[in-house]
Protein backbone atom coordinates (compact mmCIF):
# COMPACT_ATOMS: atom_id res chain seq x y z
CA UNK A 1 0.00 0.00 0.00
CA UNK A 2 2.38 1.89 0.72
CA UNK A 3 4.28 2.06 -2.78
CA UNK A 4 1.14 2.24 -4.85
CA UNK A 5 0.64 5.60 -2.31
CA UNK A 6 3.87 6.92 -3.24
CA UNK A 7 3.38 6.57 -6.65
CA UNK A 8 -0.01 7.95 -6.92
CA UNK A 9 1.42 10.60 -4.51
CA UNK A 10 4.02 11.53 -7.18
CA UNK A 11 1.91 11.14 -10.23
CA UNK A 12 -1.17 13.46 -8.69
CA UNK A 13 -0.38 16.74 -10.19
CA UNK A 14 0.45 15.92 -13.23
CA UNK A 15 -2.31 13.50 -14.29
CA UNK A 16 -4.76 15.80 -12.62
CA UNK A 17 -3.93 18.71 -14.89
CA UNK A 18 -3.53 16.59 -17.76
CA UNK A 19 -6.70 15.63 -17.47
CA UNK A 20 -7.51 19.51 -16.67
CA UNK A 21 -5.79 20.77 -20.03
CA UNK A 22 -7.20 17.90 -22.32
CA UNK A 23 -11.08 18.03 -20.68
CA UNK A 24 -11.33 21.81 -20.15
CA UNK A 25 -8.72 23.11 -22.08
CA UNK A 26 -6.35 25.79 -21.69
CA UNK A 27 -6.19 29.40 -23.58
CA UNK A 28 -3.75 30.80 -25.48
CA UNK A 29 -4.51 33.77 -26.76
CA UNK A 30 -7.25 35.69 -28.34
CA UNK A 31 -8.66 35.74 -32.22
CA UNK A 32 -11.40 38.53 -33.37
CA UNK A 33 -11.68 39.41 -29.74
CA UNK A 34 -12.54 35.38 -28.57
CA UNK A 35 -10.26 33.36 -26.57
CA UNK A 36 -8.83 30.54 -28.07
CA UNK A 37 -8.96 27.72 -26.08
CA UNK A 38 -6.61 24.39 -27.17
CA UNK A 39 -7.56 21.02 -25.27
CA UNK A 40 -3.64 18.74 -25.49
CA UNK A 41 -0.84 18.34 -23.90
CA UNK A 42 1.47 20.51 -25.03
CA UNK A 43 1.35 22.98 -21.98
CA UNK A 44 1.85 20.25 -19.44
CA UNK A 45 4.45 19.66 -21.57
CA UNK A 46 5.98 22.54 -21.45
CA UNK A 47 5.65 22.47 -17.50
CA UNK A 48 7.37 18.93 -17.18
CA UNK A 49 10.40 20.21 -19.35
CA UNK A 50 11.06 23.58 -17.59
CA UNK A 51 10.51 21.04 -14.20
CA UNK A 52 13.33 19.11 -15.45
CA UNK A 53 16.04 22.40 -16.50
CA UNK A 54 14.78 23.62 -13.01
CA UNK A 55 15.39 20.02 -11.38
CA UNK A 56 19.10 20.00 -13.12
CA UNK A 57 20.11 22.56 -11.24
CA UNK A 58 18.40 21.52 -7.72
CA UNK A 59 20.16 18.01 -8.44
CA UNK A 60 23.41 19.00 -8.91
CA UNK A 61 23.41 21.27 -5.89
CA UNK A 62 21.48 18.41 -3.79
CA UNK A 63 24.72 16.00 -4.72
CA UNK A 64 27.04 17.96 -2.45
CA UNK A 65 24.42 17.61 0.13
CA UNK A 66 24.22 13.77 -0.03
CA UNK A 67 27.74 13.48 -0.38
CA UNK A 68 28.84 15.55 2.55
CA UNK A 69 26.30 13.54 4.66
CA UNK A 70 27.36 10.29 3.24
CA UNK A 71 30.48 11.04 4.56
CA UNK A 72 30.03 11.90 7.86
CA UNK A 73 26.38 12.48 8.62
CA UNK A 74 26.59 16.23 8.54
CA UNK A 75 24.21 18.44 7.01
CA UNK A 76 26.14 21.19 5.25
CA UNK A 77 23.81 24.34 5.80
CA UNK A 78 26.69 26.70 3.68
CA UNK A 79 26.33 24.76 0.81
CA UNK A 80 23.57 26.43 -0.82
CA UNK A 81 25.72 29.51 -0.80
CA UNK A 82 28.44 28.00 -1.90
CA UNK A 83 26.27 27.75 -4.89
CA UNK A 84 25.54 31.75 -4.76
CA UNK A 85 29.73 32.10 -4.83
CA UNK A 86 29.63 29.76 -7.49
CA UNK A 87 27.07 32.25 -9.46
CA UNK A 88 29.09 35.33 -8.83
CA UNK A 89 32.35 33.88 -9.92
CA UNK A 90 30.94 32.45 -13.10
CA UNK A 91 29.75 36.45 -13.78
CA UNK A 92 33.18 37.80 -12.52
CA UNK A 93 35.15 35.42 -14.76
CA UNK A 94 32.98 35.66 -18.25
CA UNK A 95 33.28 39.66 -17.67
CA UNK A 96 37.10 39.42 -16.85
CA UNK A 97 37.68 37.23 -19.38
CA UNK A 98 35.37 39.62 -21.94
CA UNK A 99 32.78 37.05 -22.98
CA UNK A 100 30.08 38.91 -23.88
CA UNK A 101 26.31 39.04 -26.08
CA UNK A 102 28.05 40.01 -29.16
CA UNK A 103 31.26 37.33 -28.65
CA UNK A 104 31.25 34.51 -31.79
CA UNK A 105 30.53 31.05 -30.89
CA UNK A 106 33.59 29.81 -31.05
CA UNK A 107 34.99 32.29 -28.03
CA UNK A 108 31.80 31.94 -26.29
CA UNK A 109 32.20 28.24 -26.06
CA UNK A 110 35.61 28.50 -25.16
CA UNK A 111 34.74 31.01 -22.55
CA UNK A 112 32.56 29.53 -20.98
CA UNK A 113 34.28 26.05 -20.43
CA UNK A 114 37.00 27.73 -19.31
CA UNK A 115 34.81 29.87 -16.69
CA UNK A 116 32.96 26.75 -16.02
CA UNK A 117 35.93 25.05 -14.85
CA UNK A 118 37.70 27.72 -12.91
CA UNK A 119 34.29 28.23 -10.92
CA UNK A 120 33.81 24.54 -10.21
CA UNK A 121 37.96 25.10 -8.56
CA UNK A 122 37.08 27.89 -7.13
CA UNK A 123 33.90 26.48 -5.33
CA UNK A 124 35.09 23.51 -4.59
CA UNK A 125 38.19 24.59 -2.73
CA UNK A 126 35.46 27.30 -0.59
CA UNK A 127 33.59 24.53 0.19
CA UNK A 128 37.23 22.67 1.60
CA UNK A 129 38.22 25.54 3.42
CA UNK A 130 34.90 25.50 5.07
CA UNK A 131 35.20 21.62 5.85
CA UNK A 132 39.01 22.63 7.31
CA UNK A 133 38.31 25.84 9.50
CA UNK A 134 34.65 24.97 10.52
CA UNK A 135 34.03 21.19 10.53
CA UNK A 136 37.21 19.47 11.01
CA UNK A 137 38.05 20.70 14.36
CA UNK A 138 34.35 19.81 15.58
CA UNK A 139 34.60 16.38 14.27
CA UNK A 140 34.36 14.69 17.72
CA UNK A 141 32.06 17.62 19.37
CA UNK A 142 28.64 16.53 19.58
CA UNK A 143 26.98 16.93 16.33
CA UNK A 144 24.78 20.00 17.32
CA UNK A 145 28.25 22.12 17.31
CA UNK A 146 29.06 21.70 13.75
CA UNK A 147 25.39 22.02 12.65
CA UNK A 148 25.40 25.18 14.25
CA UNK A 149 28.74 26.66 12.67
CA UNK A 150 27.12 25.17 9.43
CA UNK A 151 24.12 28.14 9.63
CA UNK A 152 26.70 30.23 10.97
CA UNK A 153 29.09 30.31 7.70
CA UNK A 154 25.91 30.15 5.85
CA UNK A 155 25.50 33.71 7.23
CA UNK A 156 29.18 34.90 6.41
CA UNK A 157 29.08 33.72 2.68
CA UNK A 158 25.30 35.87 2.55
CA UNK A 159 27.11 38.96 3.90
CA UNK A 160 30.06 38.09 1.57
CA UNK A 161 27.87 38.49 -1.57
CA UNK A 162 25.68 41.60 -0.06
CA UNK A 163 29.16 42.97 -0.14
CA UNK A 164 30.26 41.95 -3.43
CA UNK A 165 26.99 42.99 -4.88
CA UNK A 166 24.95 44.65 -2.99
CA UNK A 167 21.56 43.51 -1.85
CA UNK A 168 19.37 43.45 -5.00
CA UNK A 169 19.39 41.23 -7.55
CA UNK A 170 21.76 42.19 -10.26
CA UNK A 171 21.01 41.54 -13.84
CA UNK A 172 23.64 39.22 -16.36
CA UNK A 173 23.72 39.19 -19.94
CA UNK A 174 22.30 36.47 -21.74
CA UNK A 175 25.12 35.10 -23.24
CA UNK A 176 23.52 31.92 -24.75
CA UNK A 177 19.96 33.48 -25.76
CA UNK A 178 18.59 31.06 -23.46
CA UNK A 179 14.69 31.76 -24.63
CA UNK A 180 16.23 30.69 -27.91
CA UNK A 181 14.22 27.74 -29.88
CA UNK A 182 16.57 24.48 -30.87
CA UNK A 183 13.91 22.23 -31.51
CA UNK A 184 10.38 21.32 -31.35
CA UNK A 185 8.36 17.55 -29.60
CA UNK A 186 4.98 17.55 -30.33
CA UNK A 187 4.14 21.12 -30.01
CA UNK A 188 6.46 21.56 -26.72
CA UNK A 189 9.46 23.79 -27.77
CA UNK A 190 12.54 23.59 -26.52
CA UNK A 191 14.70 26.26 -25.45
CA UNK A 192 18.46 26.95 -25.21
CA UNK A 193 18.65 26.97 -21.02
CA UNK A 194 17.08 23.48 -21.06
CA UNK A 195 19.35 22.54 -23.43
CA UNK A 196 21.88 24.06 -21.47
CA UNK A 197 20.64 23.03 -17.88
CA UNK A 198 20.10 19.08 -18.79
CA UNK A 199 22.91 18.77 -20.74
CA UNK A 200 25.47 19.90 -18.50
CA UNK A 201 23.71 17.92 -15.45
CA UNK A 202 23.84 14.21 -17.26
CA UNK A 203 27.73 14.50 -17.89
CA UNK A 204 28.53 15.53 -14.79
CA UNK A 205 26.28 12.74 -12.86
CA UNK A 206 28.02 10.32 -15.08
CA UNK A 207 31.41 11.43 -14.30
CA UNK A 208 30.82 11.75 -10.95
CA UNK A 209 29.30 8.03 -10.75
CA UNK A 210 32.10 7.01 -12.49
CA UNK A 211 34.68 8.15 -10.13
CA UNK A 212 32.62 6.66 -6.81
CA UNK A 213 32.50 3.60 -8.55
CA UNK A 214 35.49 2.88 -10.40
CA UNK A 215 38.61 5.17 -8.91
CA UNK A 216 40.53 4.58 -6.06
CA UNK A 217 39.66 7.70 -3.80
CA UNK A 218 35.89 7.24 -5.09
CA UNK A 219 36.30 3.67 -3.51
CA UNK A 220 37.71 5.32 -0.13
CA UNK A 221 34.99 7.53 0.10
CA UNK A 222 32.83 4.45 -0.12
CA UNK A 223 34.75 2.65 2.71
CA UNK A 224 34.78 5.56 4.93
CA UNK A 225 31.33 6.39 4.47
CA UNK A 226 30.25 2.62 5.32
CA UNK A 227 33.11 3.00 8.13
CA UNK A 228 35.51 5.52 8.95
CA UNK A 229 37.56 3.53 11.67
CA UNK A 230 37.74 0.86 9.97
CA UNK A 231 38.69 2.75 6.73
CA UNK A 232 41.53 4.52 8.83
CA UNK A 233 43.14 1.17 9.47
CA UNK A 234 43.16 -0.05 6.14
CA UNK A 235 45.25 2.98 5.46
CA UNK A 236 42.61 5.43 4.06
CA UNK A 237 43.62 8.75 4.97
CA UNK A 238 40.36 9.93 6.14
CA UNK A 239 40.66 13.60 6.63
CA UNK A 240 41.95 13.87 3.07
CA UNK A 241 39.20 11.66 1.77
CA UNK A 242 36.64 14.10 3.88
CA UNK A 243 37.61 16.65 2.14
CA UNK A 244 37.55 15.08 -1.14
CA UNK A 245 34.11 14.74 -0.40
CA UNK A 246 34.27 18.25 0.31
CA UNK A 247 35.49 19.57 -2.82
CA UNK A 248 33.63 17.61 -5.34
CA UNK A 249 30.26 18.59 -3.61
CA UNK A 250 31.36 22.27 -4.22
CA UNK A 251 32.65 21.74 -7.81
CA UNK A 252 28.77 20.74 -8.40
CA UNK A 253 27.15 23.46 -6.65
CA UNK A 254 29.37 25.84 -8.78
CA UNK A 255 28.44 24.32 -11.97
CA UNK A 256 25.13 24.91 -10.63
CA UNK A 257 25.77 28.19 -10.16
CA UNK A 258 27.08 28.99 -13.37
CA UNK A 259 23.98 27.45 -15.08
CA UNK A 260 21.74 29.43 -12.89
CA UNK A 261 23.31 32.57 -13.74
CA UNK A 262 22.57 31.79 -17.68
CA UNK A 263 19.38 30.27 -17.20
CA UNK A 264 18.52 32.78 -14.60
CA UNK A 265 19.94 35.99 -16.36
CA UNK A 266 20.46 37.15 -12.93
CA UNK A 267 21.98 36.60 -9.44
CA UNK A 268 21.45 37.88 -6.14
CA UNK A 269 23.04 37.42 -2.62
CA UNK A 270 20.22 35.33 -1.06
CA UNK A 271 19.56 32.90 -4.16
CA UNK A 272 21.15 30.06 -2.17
CA UNK A 273 18.87 30.05 0.48
CA UNK A 274 15.99 28.65 -1.49
CA UNK A 275 18.31 26.72 -3.51
CA UNK A 276 19.88 25.17 -0.36
CA UNK A 277 16.06 24.92 1.13
CA UNK A 278 15.02 23.11 -2.38
CA UNK A 279 18.32 21.06 -2.79
CA UNK A 280 18.18 19.75 0.68
CA UNK A 281 14.91 18.32 0.38
CA UNK A 282 15.41 17.02 -2.95
CA UNK A 283 18.61 15.17 -1.30
CA UNK A 284 15.89 13.97 1.66
CA UNK A 285 13.09 13.01 -0.75
CA UNK A 286 15.19 10.63 -2.57
CA UNK A 287 17.71 9.20 0.59
CA UNK A 288 20.06 11.07 2.00
CA UNK A 289 23.48 9.28 1.40
CA UNK A 290 22.28 8.40 -2.29
CA UNK A 291 23.56 9.95 -5.03
CA UNK A 292 20.98 8.83 -7.73
CA UNK A 293 18.59 9.54 -5.23
CA UNK A 294 19.67 13.16 -5.09
CA UNK A 295 19.03 13.43 -8.90
CA UNK A 296 15.64 12.03 -8.91
CA UNK A 297 14.89 14.13 -5.97
CA UNK A 298 15.88 17.45 -7.67
CA UNK A 299 14.45 16.31 -11.06
CA UNK A 300 10.62 15.90 -8.95
CA UNK A 301 10.97 19.16 -6.96
CA UNK A 302 12.09 20.93 -10.38
CA UNK A 303 8.83 19.53 -11.78
CA UNK A 304 6.76 19.78 -8.59
CA UNK A 305 8.00 23.40 -8.42
CA UNK A 306 6.82 24.72 -11.95
CA UNK A 307 3.79 23.25 -11.81
CA UNK A 308 3.42 25.07 -8.96
CA UNK A 309 4.53 28.49 -10.08
CA UNK A 310 2.47 27.85 -13.34
CA UNK A 311 -0.79 26.52 -12.18
CA UNK A 312 -1.14 27.66 -8.63
CA UNK A 313 0.77 30.68 -8.13
CA UNK A 314 4.47 31.06 -6.95
CA UNK A 315 3.05 31.90 -3.15
CA UNK A 316 1.65 28.43 -2.71
CA UNK A 317 5.11 26.38 -4.62
CA UNK A 318 6.66 26.07 -1.07
CA UNK A 319 3.62 24.87 0.25
CA UNK A 320 3.06 22.09 -2.10
CA UNK A 321 6.67 20.85 -2.29
CA UNK A 322 7.09 20.75 1.48
CA UNK A 323 3.38 18.60 1.18
CA UNK A 324 4.94 15.87 -1.37
CA UNK A 325 7.96 15.80 0.77
CA UNK A 326 5.78 15.10 3.80
CA UNK A 327 3.79 12.38 1.88
CA UNK A 328 7.06 10.58 0.53
CA UNK A 329 8.84 10.60 4.06
CA UNK A 330 5.46 9.25 5.69
CA UNK A 331 4.71 6.87 2.81
CA UNK A 332 8.76 6.13 2.78
CA UNK A 333 10.53 6.99 5.28
CA UNK A 334 13.88 6.16 3.94
CA UNK A 335 13.45 8.16 0.76
CA UNK A 336 12.96 7.20 -2.19
CA UNK A 337 15.76 4.99 -3.30
CA UNK A 338 16.69 4.32 0.25
CA UNK A 339 20.17 5.19 2.57
CA UNK A 340 23.50 4.55 2.00
CA UNK A 341 24.70 5.91 5.41
CA UNK A 342 25.94 4.22 8.53
CA UNK A 343 22.73 5.08 10.30
CA UNK A 344 20.83 2.61 7.47
CA UNK A 345 22.99 -0.16 9.24
Known amino acids: MGSWG ?92 GVTVTTGPLGLVLGLALTLIITMLVSGSLNVLIERVAYRPLRNAPKLAPLITAVGFSFVLENVGLVWLGGNPVSVSDLVRQGDKVFNISGVIVHRGDVLAIGLMIPLVLALNWFVNRTAPG ?85 VQQLADFRLGAQWTEAVIFLYLILVMVLRPRGLLGEETREAG
Open 219 to 303: RAMRATAQDPEAARLMGINVDHTISLAFMLGGMLAGAAGLVYALYETNVWFFQGFQAGLFAFTAAVMGGIGNIRGAVLGGLIIGI
Open 6 to 97: LVIALLALPVYYGLHDLIHGYQIGYLHGHPVIHHDLSQLGFNLLEGLSNGAIWALIAIGYTLVYGIIELINFAHGDVFTMGSFTAVALWGAL
